[in-house]
């Protein structure tokens, strides 16, 4: 007699992409989105993978890994930020790519979306070689970018000094000047005044917006945010401006709880002169990276990485409120914890679309050679964001759902409506 052997079926790891595709079937269901447009926004348009050799400074040639993909071209150009990280791959470009679309949809502003990436550590790479990695990655993707076709900006990992690279490197290739195909560049070199804190302002925006509705006053609560990069450091700054006491700051190097309110000015001025990092700082007691995230604050901003707000952390998460600054922190699983918790969630597809919004202005100036003061940016940029943050809640409480799907839902009812004006094959 054969004795059949048990197999064992391999458990998929769910990606990101799978966290994007659960919560637009969600959104699709209860608004009852045309199948077409179903189908058609499960699929990202084009996907690009590059190899990118590269002489490193011990003269040993290197090939990184890039990669472009363009999810949507529906409502504009593709528009989206290019992310440098050990752990960066095909699934979750895509998965950045397409919140991009939504994002742009959510923000009202005429892009589709789109990301790219290269696999590689920023950290351990010399100016050198991030120059010429960068440069490489712009000249292979010179076809894809273009001012009304796909235009990166910053986002983890990389900053204004790489746009400028990207956008000298293009226009070398075209024997031009296209100061449009990129956004979040240097103010000198056709940047917007405002670009660089807009992620962070969108999210004190949408906090102030939350707040009101949640009837609390920004002076009387307390929060903790993880990330002190781009999107953390400048958030805490113009949080904490508003009145609200930070409890709790961190990044990769440190986390630091002080429950009287952490002196902001202080720390900011002490990862400015330490090359960018919190590791040292004494501003309170040491506390781990994922205490940060369950902490006893009202206002919790996940502003550094993806799937941090796990089902476990999400069953101890204290706050009332929690504004995504990051891209996908929070598990499409935690969702129903937290919200039978009755604890409000600003996602990420409106809470950090400031960075967007912004790039937008930016690409508007370029194309008509005119620059705005900072008031003017900030003054359009706080009204969209204001207007968005009123539309997501607005459907949400039409739909009866969570904000996360109030703001899906607003996403697809513009793209249905692109997608049904155009027309197909
Ligand atoms: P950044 O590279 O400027 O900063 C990232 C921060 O995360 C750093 O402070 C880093 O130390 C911290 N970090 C990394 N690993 C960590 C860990 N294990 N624990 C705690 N902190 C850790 O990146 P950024 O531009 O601020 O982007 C942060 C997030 O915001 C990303 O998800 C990005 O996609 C999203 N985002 C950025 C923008 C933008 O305009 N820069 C716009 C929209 C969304």
């Given at each position: 007699m054969t004795v059949k052997k048990s197999i064992e079926i391999p458990v998929k790891e769910a990606s990101m992409f799978d966290a994007v595709i659960s919560r637009l079937s969600e959104a699709s269901k209860i608004y009852g989105l045309a199948e077409e447009a179903d189908t058609i926004l499960r699929h990202p348009?084009?996907?690009?993978?590059?190899?990118?050799?590269?002489?490193?400074?011990?003269?040993?040639?290197?090939?990184?890994?890039?990669?472009r993909t363009i999810h949507s071209t529906v409502l504009g150009p593709s528009k989206g930020g290019i992310r440098y990280g050990l752990d960066v791959n095909e699934e979750e470009v895509k998965a950045l790519a397409a919140w991009m679309s939504f994002k742009c949809a959510i923000a009202n502003i005429p892009y589709g979306g789109a990301k790219g990436g290269i696999t590689c550590d920023p950290r351990k790479l010399s100016i050198g070689e991030l120059e010429r990695l960068t440069r490489a990655y712009a000249v292979a993707l010179s076809d894809v970018f273009g001012v009304d076709h796909d235009i990166p900006a910053p986002d983890m990992?990389?900053?204004?000094?790489?746009?400028?690279?990207?956008?000298?490197?293009?226009?070398?290739?075209?024997?031009?000047?296209?100061?449009?195909?990129?956004?979040?560049?240097?103010?000198?070199?056709?940047?917007?005044?405002?670009?660089?804190?807009?992620?962070?302002?969108?999210?004190?925006?949408?906090?102030?917006?939350?707040?009101n509705k949640m009837n609390l006053?920004?002076?009387k609560v307390t929060a903790a945010v993880q990330g002190f990069g781009n999107v953390g450091s400048h958030s805490v700054r113009l949080l904490s401006e508003q009145g609200v006491k930070i409890c709790a700051i961190g990044d990769h190097t440190e986390t630091i709880w002080n429950e009287k309110g952490i002196d902001?000015?202080?720390?900011?001025?002490y990862a400015k002169d330490n090359n960018g990092i919190l590791q040292g700082f004494k501003g309170g007691v040491k506390i781990k990276s994922d205490e940060l995230l369950t902490a006893e604050v009202d206002v919790l901003v996940p502003a550094a990485l993806q799937n941090v707000i796990t089902t476990n952390i999400a069953k101890?998460?204290?706050?009332?409120?929690?504004?995504?600054?990051?891209?996908?922190?929070?598990?499409?699983?935690?969702?129903?914890?937290?919200?039978?918790?009755?604890i409000v969630v600003v996602p990420d597809v409106l809470a950090n679309g400031g960075g967007v919004t912004v790039s937008y202005f930016e690409w508007v100036q370029n194309k008509y050679g005119h620059y705005w003061t900072e008031e003017e940016v900030n003054e359009k940029h706080d009204k969209s964001m204001n207007a968005a943050f009123e539309n997501i809640w607005n459907n949400a409480q039409q739909y009866k759902t969570s904000l996360r799907i109030g703001a899906y839902i607003t996403a697809l009812k513009?793209?249905?409506?692109?997608?049904?004006?155009k027309g197909h094959y």
């Open positions: 348009q084009k996907e690009i993978k590059v190899s990118l050799p590269i002489m490193m400074d011990d003269g040993k040639m290197h090939v990184f890994e890039g990669y990992g990389t900053s204004s000094r790489e746009m400028a690279w990207i956008l000298d490197a293009y226009n070398k290739v075209y024997r031009s000047d296209f100061p449009g195909v990129v956004t979040g560049k240097p103010v000198g070199l056709g940047g917007s005044l405002g670009r660089e804190a807009a992620t962070g302002r969108g999210i004190m925006i949408a906090t102030l917006a939350a707040l006053k920004p002076k902001i000015a202080a720390a900011l001025k101890d998460v204290k706050a009332k409120l929690i504004v995504e600054g990051a891209n996908g922190p929070t598990v499409p699983d935690a969702d129903p914890i937290l919200n039978n918790k009755g513009r793209l249905e409506m692109g997608i049904k004006a």
